[in-house]
């Protein structure tokens, strides 16, 4: 069965204080990655897609790397506009299934 | 309208009302899909439509009817829901299905008494 898990929890950081937040998947077959950022009472907009180990993408302060076995969301110099819930899914196998992670809470702090 | 839109995006209903829930995509796209989500764990599908035929059912309970009548449109009719059933429905649509990228609206916050 497959199972993506998100580390950590939550995080609280300083305006301008960079991390990166984990996304580690056991999945027969990856077909794709996906990155989604949450806001309270609202549904995930789409961040990446990763689709292969190596594949990097980045949009302003976000950059998004994959492996054979997790993928990492790093944060540079982050805004409290950047504090959301950071979703993970995977897609494996045939058909249209993702199998989303339980997210990634994250506060910036001024 | 542009993107994925639900309504509504409130609703509080008594265990034995019937409702229903709709989606529109005004992207073009051609699978169509239902997810619940409850606090404190993740997105759970529910049904996949593509080209207007449903291609899954997640072990959802028959309380929960999912209609699509063409590939924009995507209703989910509730009847005789449990308190359990509490939670932020959301829809989204992809391109074809198969690791595409899903879209997803806003949601709707169902709150059953």
């Known amino acids: 069965e497959d199972q993506v898990t998100q580390s950590p929890e939550a995080l609280r950081l300083q305006e301008g204080e960079s991390s990166s937040l984990n996304c580690s998947y056991t999945v027969s077959g990856l077909r794709g990655l996906f990155w989604y950022r949450q806001d309270p009472g609202k549904g995930p907009e789409f961040l990446f897609t990763?689709?292969?180990a190596g594949e990097e993408k980045e949009k302003e302060r976000l950059k998004a790397t994959l492996t054979k076995k997790e993928s990492f969301l790093h944060i540079t110099a982050p805004k409290p506009e950047d504090s959301a819930t950071y979703l993970c899914?995977?897609?494996?196998?045939?058909?249209?299934?993702?199998?989303f992670g339980t997210g990634t809470q994250l506060k910036v702090e001024l | 309208e542009t993107g994925v839109t639900q309504t509504p995006r409130h609703l509080v209903m008594g265990m034995t009302n019937k409702k229903s829930l709709k989606c529109e995509q005004h992207?073009?796209?051609?699978?169509m899909y239902w997810y619940k989500q409850s606090a404190k764990k993740p997105l759970e599908l529910m049904f996949v439509?593509?080209?207007?035929?449903?291609?899954e059912n997640n072990s959802v309970p028959s309380r929960f009817s999912p209609e699509c009548p063409n590939s924009s449109h995507l209703f989910l009719h509730l009847h005789t829901l449990q308190p359990e059933d509490s939670a932020l429905y959301l829809c989204?649509?992809?391109?074809?299905?198969?690791?595409?990228?899903?879209?997803f609206g806003p949601g709707t916050r169902l709150t059953v008494l």
């Open positions: 439509y593509s080209l207007e035929e449903r291609v």
């Open positions: 899914a995977v897609h494996t196998g045939g058909g249209n299934k993702l199998t």
């Open positions: 990763l689709y292969s």
């Open positions: 992207l073009g796209h051609n699978a």
């Open positions: 989204a649509s992809s391109p074809r299905g198969e690791a595409d990228t899903q879209y």
